[in-house]
């Protein structure tokens, strides 16, 4: 039981423009929702969280959206560069600080030049 | 930095070997973890640990074993590897329970 869905596989987009990777999750007792990003050879590297009291943050060109009643959540990169190719897993808890991550499928995110 | 250090990169072992996993934090953080990563299957979490000596299923826990005799020290065992257990393995360690800090990870193959 997939409890985080990342239902696009892989996501291409222009260097410069706007990359919007979605996630949505079917636990609503989920309360925080963290995005990590993987290079090859690499672990994952945390990005960007949010808390289910708001329903934006943003850090920089990085921002995520929580849409609770629709149990989504995006992070839009704006602009995107090459340096953001990468996989992209959201991931989510249900006690912030008591419980562990259930992680999503993952996006590989390509930027074309 | 946090450091997270996998013993080795790429590992082939072969059906019915045990197997020893093992993953070095330098940052003092209580909580370790063991994920695999599957394509199609995201990261899912084998074993978990808060403290030393103390463990806790994830996910995925049947067919492996974990010990934490040391704080810095998380070690996955596989008791006898099967090949369905060749995967990208993923130490992490974190000092609350969400913001992992991750090693670069251990291919391993089971033949």
């Known amino acids: 039981d997939q409890q985080v869905k990342q239902n696009s596989p892989s996501l291409s987009v222009q260097e410069g423009r706007i990359s919007i990777l979605n996630c949505d999750y079917t636990n609503s007792m989920f309360d925080y929702f963290l995005w990590y990003k993987k290079y090859p050879a690499e672990g994952p590297t945390f990005l960007i969280s949010i808390s289910s009291i708001k329903d934006k943050n943003e850090d920089g060109r990085f921002t995520v959206f929580l849409n609770k009643s629709a149990k989504h959540l995006s992070l839009h990169i704006v602009p995107s560069q090459p340096g953001d190719s990468a996989v992209y897993f959201c991931a989510a808890s249900t006690t912030r600080g008591n419980e562990k991550l259930t992680f999503g499928t993952g996006t590989r995110l390509t930027i074309i030049p | 930095d946090v450091k997270v250090t996998q013993s080795s990169r790429y590992l082939v072992k072969r059906t019915g070997e045990k197997v020893f996993l093992e993953c070095v934090q330098d940052?003092?953080?209580?909580?370790m973890f063991w994920y695999r990563q599957d394509p199609g299957l995201g990261l899912r979490l084998i074993y978990f640990s808060y403290d030393v000596k103390m463990k806790e299923k994830g996910d995925i826990p049947e067919g492996y074993s974990v010990s934490r005799e040391k704080k810095e020290r998380f070690s996955l065992i596989l008791e006898s590897a099967s090949t369905n257990q060749t995967s990208m393995y993923l130490c992490?360690?974190?000092?609350?329970?969400?913001?992992?800090?991750f090693g670069s990870g251990t291919q391993l193959s089971v033949l």
């Open positions: 992490a360690s974190s000092p609350t329970r969400e913001k992992l800090f």
């Open positions: 940052m003092d953080h209580e909580n």
